[in-house]
């Protein structure tokens, strides 16, 4: 079965960079693109990009851009999404979710909360 | 902002049917045949409900459909259960592999 298994809570200070893995397990980790997507509390979904595993191309969204750096590792399965110069509004739960092709996110992980403070 | 409009807050009561807008524009909902529908309780990630517009995954129930017209997409939960009380979130394909959520939609089962 497919699973999702992302990286633990974290806290960090306005400035600094967070980085987020997602390990895919249970299907062909070359065949789908991996989609980011974060929900700041009590808010909605907001799309932030998506990595295709094979090649490692990228698409980021606007709002995002010079920001948001997403990578993959193809040996472990495993894909990375760094954050940084992290503000008290990237407050927020970061999911990584499975796209087929037709454009929609089958199987999500767990979703990693990343708490900016001072 | 997002850049789908869906209602705040929708409700009805149990074996009642409902029914949630998405509205978008000729660039996403109208040019593509690629919306999709999530359900998120709360504390927990988004499940995948409606898929290219109509189609259900395995395992998700007959009671939930998806259909389109022209820049608006619907979500339609027939015979509600107090276990379809949760947010509802519609997606569509955008431009160069983006993807747009909808603001979501509360959903209370009465």
């Known amino acids: 079965q497919v699973h999702l298994v992302q990286s633990g809570a974290e806290i960090k200070t306005p400035g600094a960079s967070v980085k987020v893995s997602c390990k895919a397990s249970?299907?062909?980790?070359?065949?789908?693109?991996v989609d980011w997507v974060r929900q700041a509390p009590g808010q909605g979904l907001e799309w932030m990009g998506i990595?295709?595993?094979?090649?490692?191309?990228?698409t980021y969204a606007q709002r995002f851009q010079g920001r948001v750096t997403l990578t993959r590792d193809t040996s472990t399965s495993t894909v990375y999404m760094e954050l940084s110069t992290l503000r008290s509004d990237d407050t927020a739960v970061y999911y990584c979710?499975?796209?087929?092709?037709?454009?929609?996110?089958?199987?999500w992980g767990q979703g990693t909360l990343v708490t900016i403070s001072s | 902002q997002s850049a789908l409009t869906q209602p705040a807050s929708v409700s009805g009561s149990p074996g009642q049917s409902i029914t949630i807008s998405c509205t978008g524009t000729?660039?996403?909902?109208?040019?593509?045949?690629?919306v999709s529908w999530y359900q998120q309780h709360p504390g927990k990630a988004p499940k995948l409900m409606i898929y290219?517009?109509?189609k259900r995954p395995s395992g998700v129930s007959n009671r939930f459909s998806g259909s389109k017209s022209g820049n608006t997409a619907s979500l339609t939960i027939s015979g509600l259960q107090a276990e379809d009380e949760a947010d509802y979130y519609c997606?569509?394909?955008?431009?160069?592999?983006?993807?747009?959520f909808g603001g979501g939609t509360k959903l209370t089962v009465l």
């Open positions: 990595i295709n595993p094979t090649g490692g191309a990228t």
């Open positions: 997606c569509s394909y955008g431009t160069s592999g983006s993807l747009l």
């Open positions: 290219e517009g109509t």
């Open positions: 249970g299907y062909t980790f070359s065949n789908y693109h």
């Open positions: 000729s660039s996403n909902i109208g040019n593509y045949n690629l």
């Open positions: 979710a499975r796209r087929p092709y037709g454009d929609y996110l089958d199987f």
